[in-house]
């Protein structure tokens, strides 16, 4: 197993996680997009309970059925979390160890920036993923 850790950027919100990733993907939706500040966002998806979160954390619901986190004081998007499914996803960026993000696909690639120019061999979905039974 390998531990996901992370946190914002002045250091008051930390998070661990206690399992390992149902996946790990980039999402090139629009939303994500304004969201991040970018042209994608690189997510770890884990069951909410396998991830311990503290500090200052302010959320909003870009969605229905998705509630975004970040840090109340510098304003660092932490994660993306569906109640509904069980499921939060931590931004890659957050992590003490970025490195440690594995890609397994790209999706909403019909929204990504027409200069973005996917050169791996992951596979690619123009708008969600296929469901694996914890996405709803």
């Not at 890609?103 to 050169?119: A, E, R």
């Not at 708008?127 to 914890?134: A, F, Q, R, V």
């Amino acid at each position: 197993m390998t531990l996901f850790r992370g946190g914002c950027l002045c250091g008051a919100v930390r998070y661990e996680t206690t399992s390992d990733p149902l996946n790990q993907r980039v999402c090139h939706c629009k939303a994500c997009q304004k969201v991040i500040g970018a042209a994608f966002n690189a997510r770890v998806l884990m069951r909410i309970e396998h991830v311990v979160i503290s500090g200052p954390i302010s959320t909003f619901n870009s969605s229905e059925a998705l509630e975004r986190g970040f840090c109340s004081h510098c304003g660092s998007s932490i994660f993306s979390r569906r109640v509904s499914a069980g499921v939060i996803g931590l931004t890659a960026g957050s992590l003490d160890e970025p490195s440690l993000f594995k890609p397994d696909m790209h999706f909403w690639v019909s929204s990504k920036q027409p200069w973005l120019k996917i050169t791996d061999s992951l596979p690619q979905y123009p708008e969600g993923p296929p469901s694996l039974g914890y996405e709803p």
